[in-house]
């Protein structure tokens, strides 16, 4: 039993390319998510809420993509996930702020 | 991951583009023959009469009208399909009123002799829409995965198209650069022309492939924003259509549709019918819908003339109003489905649907290329992985298209009263590849290569010869009946089936040259110093030059 859980070494280059797999399947599919509520809301006074909500979505493949070569790109997986948390976190952040102020300026 | 971020896209696109090049072999091959698909399932369907020149639309329209009124009472919808450069026939189509609980009616469609002015009892076929429906429905998975799976791939596909930009440095210099030499370097600079050549291609398939499916896959996100209604709204906004008036069950005889038709004429100025629909046929809110073939990839108002069926009035519609990101989605849906594009631009289409597939072969082959040095010395032989990839590669480069001629053998040779015939032309292909990515696994590498090139050759060069033996439509009729589209298909078949020849005959003659050279230089080696040289590591030129 020891043996084996001497054998999952964590810091292995096996577990680091599945970690990022999951980084950017999962990770990637949130950020595209947030980006587009963010693009969505950002829009919104110059496009209306239709349109502003379609181009958020027809841009989130784009974001998609970007964050999975992000994850492979960066030394680790610890810090790949680490800096989708913090986009994640930041966008919906803004999203936030934006839908604060335009309810304030309505 | 890697030393610098080039060296981690390389490594990534590698990966990316391996794990699942089969899937994206075969829906860009599939889909690749979805431009033509309507030639596919009229070649399949060899019961319909051959063309016949001449004919005015005015009286195309009679015959259909004669048809549908007797045989399509009390429908929604009629279609009258015209004979076209894809499809020479004259068609009929009508939806029947949707049965209790159900949202739409049934479908009903079929081809009129133009001669008897009588339906033709064409064999069952899954033909060139089964075909081409395959690349995005994966046939036997159900609805919902196929489309997930698909979309996964798709995402695959756009990281492999963005990624392969940017690892190459010099993407236009490299271009021009085409090393005709075997082996890697060959296979590299091969993958690179294929991309680069149609690179604005790749993208735009791949990526307008996922937005068919934009809400499915970005659920997550339309569900957050959107309540069901407002969906709703915005999918009408997104996708506009022309409203037009529902029966009113008061019957009333509507005026021939053939004369309805100088309506359209006079609007256009021309003579170009594609096809007509007519709602609530033969009621007091008839109304005949005239469109020509579309002459705008994104929206042109023009080509679509409503006609009062009953008074013969031309009903002035509001336009479909497009928003900007409507028109994006809809231009990119008109790019990849290509229903714009008249003989020379589906020619192309066809040509560059079959760059991308090449593509993915040349990478997937490039991926044993570039290992089997290493792998060829170790004792046991290559490792498992190594012969997994060579097999699926040999199993469906090559495999997948032996078993789309097995479809149209299918369609030719099983019984026309079979039961489940539609499935069984189907089940022969899936079975055919089946068979095709098992038959590597026992049987050397370049042997299997060689042996299914000859075999692809074989049944598609024979099947023009298998045509003529179970049809009357065959290429002698054809040219005689002056036929085109069918004389090209058959025509078609044969030279894809001569490539697969010269491409055996060329495989032959490039192993056999390197397996005299290694003996050669081996026998060299050993009687000379006594020392291995690792030929497999040396360029070629240099065992010419030690075989001389």
Known sequence: ?106 | MKENFRQSMKWFHTWVGLIVGWVLFFMFLTGTLGYFYQEITRWMEPERPFIEHNISNERLLDIAQNYLSEHAQGVDEWDIMLPNARDQNLRVGWRKPPAAGAKRGKYQKTVLDISTGDKVDSRATGGGRLLYRMHYRLHYLPTKISYWLVGFCSMLMLLAVITGVVIHKKIFTDFFTFRAKKGLVGWLDIHNVLSVIALPFHFMITYSGLLFFLFTYMVLSSNLQLSDDEYSEMRKEIFPRTSHLESANEPKDMLKISHLYQQAKNTWQADELSYVEVFAANDINAQAQFVRHETDITYNPHDAVMVNAVTGEVIIQAPKEYTVSGMIHNGFFSLHEGQFAGPIARWIYFITGLIGTAMIASGLILWTTKRRPKQMKKLNGPDFGYRLVEQLNIGTIVGLPIAIAMYFYANRLLPIELSNRVNWEANVMFISWAILLLYPAFRPATKAWREQLQLAALVYMALPLVNILTTDKHIINSVLQQDWLLVAFDLSLFIIGACFAFSAYKYKTLTLDKKQLTKAAKARATKTKGVVVDKSLLPLQAMHRENS
């Open chain 1, 1 to 106: 039993m020891s043996n084996l859980i001497a054998n999952l070494n964590f810091s292995s280059a096996r577990w680091s390319v599945f970690s990022r797999v999951l980084a950017a399947t999962f990770g990637g599919y949130v950020l595209a998510t947030s980006s587009s509520l963010f693009i969505g809301k950002l829009l919104l006074p110059t496009l209306g809420a239709n349109q502003a909500i379609h181009i958020g979505l027809l841009l989130s493949f784009l974001v998609y993509a970007c964050a999975a070569m992000w994850v492979f790109s960066v030394s680790s997986a610890g810090k790949a996930w680490l800096g989708l948390i913090k986009f994640n976190l930041s966008l919906v952040v803004l999203t936030w702020l934006l839908m604060l102020f335009f309810e304030v300026s309505v």
